[in-house]
């Protein structure tokens, strides 16, 4: 590519980009031959064609690569007058003028919140909003996305009008084309989630997709999807009207002033020093973009904000002959990786490809300002290719500019939002994933409201910044991370997917005997464990992306290795890693400890030593903090076990509301290793290697011990499984591990002993109606309305959060349940199954969605976990859900457009 290189500086006016693609296929050829002059300058041209992309205005000189400019407005203070001095204090700094940072300072400032400062290194916008594709889009795959793309459509939308300044607010619709059967079934899912929000979408044919869009080639596909009211906005210009209006109310927008320290004391924010002087202030906001990483590390103690940038590419096109594309909808071809949008006459047409290049591996360069990256055109001529063949026409446009910008992706594709675990008041809205427009307006709505009210109004568990420890901030795992996570956001994410990339971080002393027993693994909050268990002198090949005839979302690949495992579990013995739960230690040498936890947890902590308590954590609300099992060790010695993903936020809970320092509290997690040994012959088995006495009515279930097994001693055995089989928990010292698992698995033909994985857990519990924080219900749901009443003591003698909330519930009603339902009519071989999310009926009338789906394998059939409620369309009200309402509707449950109906039940058989 010498001859490639050496012509970069050539200027030109026009580019054909068919010619161009043609051009780079022969410069690909001959990589290590001489290249046509010809060739390597039309592929120049894009590097080298600089235009003002906003108004379509050609420049006549060429600036550096590094110092393209995007819009007319990026950089200047239009509606923002001159910068106030730095005040000596505030309410609130903001660090970071971009769509996140202008949002939150917008919504502070129209609650009333005027005593704030937004501080930025650089200018507005000047890091990634400024090229921003300007897509907003409603359909979103949670709740709490959909949610905030909400919010952010009326904020746009009427901005203009609260403002006067003009945001390019333009509603053309949009279209997403499948290529394939499972992608059109995918998008067939994303319109059956939409009873909940009651967004307008359709599924539509190819020959609709080419009307929607006469330049898209639609030969290929199996038919799409319309939303008739997605919109674009022009970035900047949205962040200027926010801090317009926002100024007005008093905030003060100040540029060019770096934070260098954020300071605290007592665990709470109190200043930040600059380069300009110190701030008092009550409150921080990391709204850092792609520096929010670095920022955290400028406190003491640091913050982790896991996002790391990538490359984002996308072409601009000038005007195509014969076509106008003033009022076409945006499009999105996620099979080819591809999205595109009307752009000044002509289009815009980016990519998220499957395989991103991170940027800045050795970090951001100083006054990095509305700045592009070098072009890779070896990296981006598959994406190309790609959009050559959807829209054939695009041959013949001209190139305006191929764009290279920084974007900033999580580990898990979700963005960052929430007050950090490790400092009070030092709260974060980062890492949109280059959605950073559609998600910003809305987030920033819902930041501000959890700062003032000091809970957020949704559930935000899946973007809560807790939900990441340090292992998921660590430099090397984010680069790997991000290269896959970049085209994850246009892959079909089925609910059970894993990632790819950055694994075996954390891994159990177990884990080396599980994979040569043939487990598959997956991952959870970083640690490796196993989904199900193949025979390891199998040469069969389950390839999780080729389920039998019904296609990925049919028949799991697993089905038959999961029947084998339920019934070791049922029959005889099956052992399963749960290493990955958080494990805590909470004690004190006086009463502290049981005073906390009593007023933490809306069960009654102060039970008889050995005992176990599963119980929930409530917020002021009544609603789920965590949900946990707690293990009375001794008078005030307790032994805390949690979800994996709950491990930053129950430890920073408990953290926040310890009062006396004489409680010592410690986390455990990576000092014991889980063994779930469950199944009726479990008793026999382990009393094998035990002189504890293990008789129920020597050892009660839900009670603990502190025995040996075998060499083994200071194993904290729990006479519980968490999935309601009989069996125990055995948490035993990791050097002990390995001798403890081979002894149990020598007794193999004895006791048929089987490694089972977290699928067969799941269908486990399942049916047992045993419902799940995260899968079935969240910070906004009670125990009264999750089959959870047992873990409430509303009568016991401490006061705890969330006891007021729940008295009123109970007092008054709820008005949605969760309950189990069997689907009848399913054909299991040859239908789709359920996965979750799938619309309920009763009476032919919509009453909720599903949650958590599995095989009963001791019925046959296929159990759903789903929410009831009980809506009055006549007088538009949602009424109390009795348990008669419950049982006494007909139920079908809606896969995919057909309707099966279902039993409801709630409460599980016997088995």
Known sequence: MIALLGVRQARHRGVNLCKVHRAFRRCKRLRHSSVRADDSRQVAL?????????????????????????????GQNDGVDEAPQLPKSARVVICGGGISGCSVAYHLAKLGWTDVVLLEKGSLTCGTTWHSSGLLRRFRSTSLETECARISFDLYSSLEEETGFATGYKENGAIMVAKTKDRLIAYKKLLGNSRLSGIEGEIITPEECEKYHPMLYTGDIEGGFYSPTDATVNPSDVCQALAKSAKEKGVKFIEKVEIQKILTGSGKVYGVQTNQGYIKCEYFVNCGGMWARDIGFLSRPSVNVPLQACEHYYLITKPVDGIDTTNLPAFKDHDSHLFGREWSGGLMIGCFEPNAKPAFIEGIPENFEFQMLPEDW????????NMLSRIPKLGHAEVRQLFVGPESFTPDTKFIIGEVPEITNYFVAAGYNSSGISLGGGAGQLLAEWMINGVPRLDTSIADVKRFCSTHNSKAFLLDRVKEIVGLHYAIRHPTAEFASARNVLCSPLHPRLEAAGAVFGEKAGWERPLYVKEPESDDFLDDEKQGISGLFGKPCWFDI?????????????????TSFAKFELKSPGSEATKLLQYLCCGDINMPIGNIVHTAMLNSHGGFVNDCSVFRMAHNHYFIISPSFKRTTCYSWLLKHMESDKIELRDVTNMYTALNVM??????????????????????????????????????ALAMTHCGEKGWMLYIPNEMALPVYDSIIQKQQTYGIKNVGYYVYQNLRIEKFLTFIHQDFNSMHSPFETGRTFQVRLEKENDYIGRKALASLKENGVKRRLAMFFLDDHDMENE???????PIYRNGQFTGMTTSVGYGFSLNKIICIGWITNYNPSTKQQLVVTNDHVVSGHYEVDIVGKRYPAKARLYPLTY
């Open 832 to 838: 789709l199954w359920p996965w979750g999310n799938e």
């Open 46 to 74: 894009l590097s080298n064609h600089h235009i003002a992309l906003r108004t379509g205005r050609t420049d006549s000189h060429t600036l550096p690569v590094t110092q393209r400019h995007y819009s007319t407005t990026a």
């Open 378 to 385: 070896d990296h981006f001529q598959p994406m190309l290719a």
């Open 679 to 716: 199944g009726p012959k479990s008793k026999e088995l382990l009393q094998h290697f035990t002189t504890t006495p293990l008789d129920s009515s020597e050892f009660k279930p839900f009670t603990g011990k502190v025995i040996d097994i075998g060499y083994a001693s200071g194993v904290r």
């Open 562 to 578: 999961m029947k084998q495992e339920h019934k070791a579990c049922r029959e005889d013995v099956g052992l399963l890693d749960m």
